[in-house]
């Protein structure tokens, strides 16, 4: 394991960009890297020369000085403001007039925000069609938090940097069970149905979940959705869960085919309607860059 930045004064080395970045990308939390792309006259580094930040941390140098708490406080306003994907833009530092240094020269500065996890998923239940659908997620840029009551249910489970398993306590009260989820997306595929019946009761009346997804037939929906009204359940509240879960024309029954479905319904529901690529532009625009880089014309 390659040491924070925090330990170099217990005599580690301090943790370089790089390994930074690679920590932070399998790790899914949220960073922003600050790479100098071009500079001229007097600057405290040279083009190629980066910077990770994090909320609560700061991985390697641009120079110090003020110019690097420009960019640092660049990086966190990034990191305060939700996104879905990862935004770029361009900075230029005259250093004098901007940064107050005696330097006189000027860098220009790519800033990437990189937002970390890009979808959130609450599983609850490790049998088989749970565990074939984290090993289908596991890959993707998502955070699973993973949760069943058995304390064995994760033993030879796929897994990753990006996937947390958590025992959750089935006895727990419905308010304990609704503060397990944060945001996101929620599947309920336990092996107990009473259990599954008490997540459906605390979690469905959160209307800021992303989607609520059970698994079974039509016919268990139907007497969940029963039961579920007869405790106070409302009809809004009940409408937010999908059951059955998975496309609908797959009448597929092993639990990779189950999985395959509902990771495609899921992908679908997180995934917004795809724009021509002459319909809108991404990234740093064309003009910004030439004026930048002007040998590149």
Do not use: Y
Not at 144 to 161: C, L, N, Q, V
Not at 269 to 276: C, D, V
């Amino acid at each position: 394991m390659i040491p924070t930045p925090d330990k170099a004064k217990n005599g580690w080395a301090p943790e370089p960009w790089h390994a930074a970045l690679h920590r932070l990308q399998q790790a899914g939390e949220a960073h922003v890297l600050a790479s100098i792309v071009a500079a001229s006259g007097s600057t405290p580094r040279e083009p190629g020369a980066k910077l990770v930040i994090t909320p609560g941390q700061v991985i390697d140098t641009l120079g110090g000085g003020h110019f690097e708490q420009q960019v640092i406080a660049l990086a966190r306003e990034a990191l305060a403001t939700p996104s879905a994907t990862p935004q770029t833009h361009l900075e230029t530092f005259v250093l004098g007039a901007r940064s107050g240094q005696c330097c006189g020269g000027c860098v220009q500065v790519l800033i990437e925000h990189f937002p970390g996890a890009e979808q959130h998923l609450s599983l609850f239940g490790a049998g088989h069609v749970g565990q074939a659908l984290v090993a289908l997620l596991a890959p993707l840029p998502w955070r699973i938090d993973w949760f069943d009551s058995r304390a064995t249910a994760f033993e030879g489970a796929a897994g990753g940097p990006r996937v947390h398993c958590h025992t959750v306590d089935a006895d727990a009260s419905d308010a304990a069970l609704a503060e397990l989820v944060g945001d996101g997306h929620v599947l309920i595929m336990t092996h107990d149905h009473a259990l599954d019946r008490r997540l459906v009761a605390a979690l469905a009346p959160r209307a800021d979940l992303a989607s609520l997804g059970l698994i079974g037939s039509a016919s268990k929906w139907s007497s969940f959705r029963a039961a579920l009204g007869r405790a106070g359940l409302g009809e809004a509240d009940l409408a937010r869960v999908r059951c059955p879960i998975g496309l609908a024309a797959s009448a597929a029954k092993r639990p990779q085919e189950i999985a395959i479905s509902v990771a495609a319904e899921l992908l679908a529901l997180s995934t917004p309607p795809a724009e021509a690529d002459d319909d809108h532009h991404r990234g740093i625009p064309a003009a910004t860059l030439r004026d930048a880089f002007p040998s590149a014309r």
